[in-house]
């Protein structure tokens, strides 16, 4: 027991010095950018690091459209809290599949903007499912630090 207490100890202290961080993103009804939003929309964040979203309100969910290259597909349950681990540098672009019309849609942007043209070219087949709002997305394209 206090052996392993011990190397637990070690090992924690030989962990890199950027601890990870967990990013909260809302899914609102209504939020400062109108109705059916995430909030915030875009997160900058390191590779370890982890969002969760936080269904304020009901009917919201989240699945990702665009990940980097060798990151997993994500899928939320409806109404429910959840986290996903950032492992893979790059832009992930995600939505709410019930208010995707509304254009209740995000991005999380994890070190270099690696796959922009990728995620680009996808954003261009995602606008006409845009039907309200779909400014958001060129607005939250442009928020990407290239
Ligand atoms: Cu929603």
């Not at 100890?9 to 030989?14: E, G, I, N, T």
């Not at 995707?100 to 270099?112: R, T, Y």
């Not at 922009?116 to 087949?125: G, P, S, T």
């Amino acid at each position: 027991m206090k052996f392993s207490l011990a190397l637990t100890l070690a090992l924690s202290f030989a962990a890199p010095a950027a601890m990870a961080v967990d990013h909260e993103v809302k899914m609102l009804n209504y939020g400062k950018d109108g109705g059916m939003v995430f909030e915030p929309p875009v997160v900058k964040a390191a590779v370890g690091d982890t969002v969760t979203f936080v269904p304020e309100n009901s009917s919201h969910y989240v699945q990702s459209y665009v990940v980097p290259e060798g990151a997993g597909a994500w899928k939320s349950k409806l109404d429910e809290k959840w986290t996903v681990t950032l492992d893979k540098e790059g832009i992930y672009l995600y939505y709410c599949p019930p208010h995707l019309m509304m254009s209740m849609i995000g991005l999380v942007q994890v070190g270099k903007a690696s796959n922009l043209e990728a995620v680009e070219a996808k954003a261009k087949k995602l606008k006409p499912k845009l039907v309200m709002k779909g400014d958001r997305l060129d607005k939250y394209l442009a928020d990407i630090d290239k």
